[in-house]
């Protein structure tokens, strides 16, 4: 049973992941996103690790998708723009490395041999343990740790500038009564 409920799962995973990168509108590729965080979860919750499945959904299903809706609807990128593409190089060389890097993926798992333990050893009863996480985040993963956070808030931060610099442009008429 848990077999075919990770296939599922994985395949909603699959299905969040690849309609957020093909759709138009930002407020529906946010929302696949939000699908393929939940399967993600669920797929954490098979593995036997309901402090990640309960991360996952608080901190990325609830406060980084109320950060993205918040910067997709300050924006107002949820328009939906007939521009034509201005780089238009862009588009096959991404494609080419989705291809390169989905091929190393490939290799890198028929290599190990599916379904063999991870390198370094066995797998450890430890896997989502929070005191194991917490210890490795505070102390081995520190930097990107602190890197990731800064990183969101000078992204938030530039999307509060663009969003009042786009304000202050606007022709403000005279107050009335003079």
Not at 71 to 79: D, I, P, T
Not at 109 to 134: C, M, Q, V, Y
Not at 149 to 158: E, H, K, R, S
Request: hydrophobic share 60%; aromatic share 10%; proline share 5%.
């Amino acid at each position: 049973m848990d077999f075919i409920l990770f296939f599922i799962t994985a395949a909603l995973a699959l299905f969040g992941a690849g309609a957020m990168l093909l759709a138009r509108n930002a407020v529906h590729s946010a929302l696949f996103l939000l699908l393929n965080f939940g399967a993600i979860a669920v797929l954490f919750l098979l593995l036997q690790s309901p402090f990640l499945f309960t991360i996952q959904l608080t901190v990325y299903a609830g406060a980084i998708m109320v950060l993205f809706l918040f910067v997709v609807m300050l924006l107002g990128a949820e328009k939906i723009e007939d521009a034509t593409d201005r780089i238009a190089w862009q588009r096959p060389v991404s494609m080419l490395l989705g291809v390169a890097l989905l091929t190393m993926a490939v290799v890198a798992t028929f290599r190990n041999g599916l379904g063999s333990a991870p390198p370094g050893g066995e797998a450890t009863l430890t896997f989502g343990d929070p005191a194991t996480l917490g210890a490795l985040l505070f102390t081995r993963y520190l930097l990107p740790f602190e890197l990731t956070g800064l990183i969101l808030l000078i992204a938030v931060i530039g999307v509060v500038v663009l969003n009042q610099r786009g304000r202050h442009t606007a022709v403000v008429p005279p107050p009335a009564g003079d």
